[in-house]
């Protein structure tokens, strides 16, 4: 598979770090080191698929003339538009096209993460009950001087779209769009910097914490459910990182208690754009209803925020 990368900031130049020998070519309208400047200069012949890592506004009019030209796409998350409809425009003309468009939520393949997935799908735990997430890092006064991150609902997309995918990758559609905003704070930054989201209509109960003011990066998690808790505790990027499982001990009691710790370098990113290049090769059918799920809550959220 030949590959571009569009978009050559930071998250562009781990893309092309990780696509290898399959990288072609990189496009970008300011950075020096890219190869074009537009992707309309780009040979439709010489690549297969492209790796976009741009800003939340073009990514729709970038998206249609790539998948409308019978490319395969892999979009930094989230798979934002002006539309909620556009969503399923695009969803549409990638089956029609035959190719696979796919927003990238690397977190799911952090290897914790897909421990946590395996457990509750095994029904071990039982009914869950409530899960508890925090996601910090200290991005603050880089966010309030950038050209165009210090905008709209701020954290809240930009670390929460994470947090609320993670929801549906270990729930399901035991996620609910039932979603407040608990708190939304500008402490630094002109669009909020803390935000915390909460869901109580059904179980599970999710209470979602995200900032840019943790000054360790940092991630947490507590599943509470009716035989044991689970729980873990920072990223692999950020490790040591630790999953720890607690068996309920009845009528009480001390629980039981493993405990798995990683040290090593983040494999998300390998192990997405390997994910990424399977889908291709298998000719997967694209599926966008959980980036339109996505989009619908943010955008709900996202006023919320912005008005509390």
């Not at 900031?9 to 290898?20: H, I, L, P, T």
């Not at 074009?36 to 741009?54: H, M, N």
């Not at 290897?111 to 095994?122: C, D, E, F, N, V």
């Not at 071990?124 to 890092?137: A, K």
């Amino acid at each position: 598979m030949r590959a571009i990368v569009v978009g050559l900031g930071v998250q562009g130049w781990k893309r092309r770090k990780f696509a290898g020998g399959d990288f072609v070519c990189s496009v970008d309208p300011v950075n020096p080191e890219a190869d074009y400047r537009s992707i309309e200069e780009v040979p439709l012949g010489s690549y297969d698929a492209a790796l976009c890592c741009v800003p939340d506004d073009p990514k729709v009019e970038l998206l249609t003339f790539l998948l409308g030209n019978g490319k395969h796409v892999l979009v930094e998350k989230p798979l934002w538009a002006a539309r909620n409809e556009d969503i399923m425009i695009l969803d549409a003309l990638a089956k029609a096209k035959g190719v696979v468009c796919y927003a990238a939520y690397n977190h799911r393949f952090e290897p914790h993460y897909m421990r946590m997935k395996a457990l509750i799908a095994s029904g071990e735990l039982g009914q869950i009950y409530r899960c508890r997430m925090f996601y910090g890092n200290g991005t603050a006064r880089l966010v309030r001087n950038s050209a165009w991150r210090d905008q709209g609902a701020g954290v809240l997309p930009d670390l929460g779209s994470h947090l609320l995918d993670t929801c549906r990758f270990w729930f399901g559609d035991a996620v609910m769009s039932d979603f407040k905003v608990i708190s939304a704070s500008r402490f630094e930054n002109l669009a909020p910097d803390h935000v915390v989201i909460g869901s109580e209509g059904s179980l599970p109960k999710l209470e979602l914490e995200m900032t840019l003011l943790m000054w360790r990066n940092h991630f947490v998690c507590d599943i509470l459910a009716e035989r044991g808790t689970a729980h873990i505790e920072s990223l692999c990027k950020w490790g040591p990182t630790t999953f720890t499982r607690r068996t309920r001990m009845l009528p009480s009691g001390r629980p039981p208690e493993e405990s798995v710790t990683l040290v090593q370098d983040d494999p998300t990113w390998a192990l997405e754009y390997a994910h990424f290049k399977k889908l291709v090769e298998d000719g997967t059918q694209t599926d966008l209803t959980d980036n339109l799920w996505l989009q619908e809550t943010l955008r709900e959220l996202g006023e919320e925020a912005l008005h509390a």
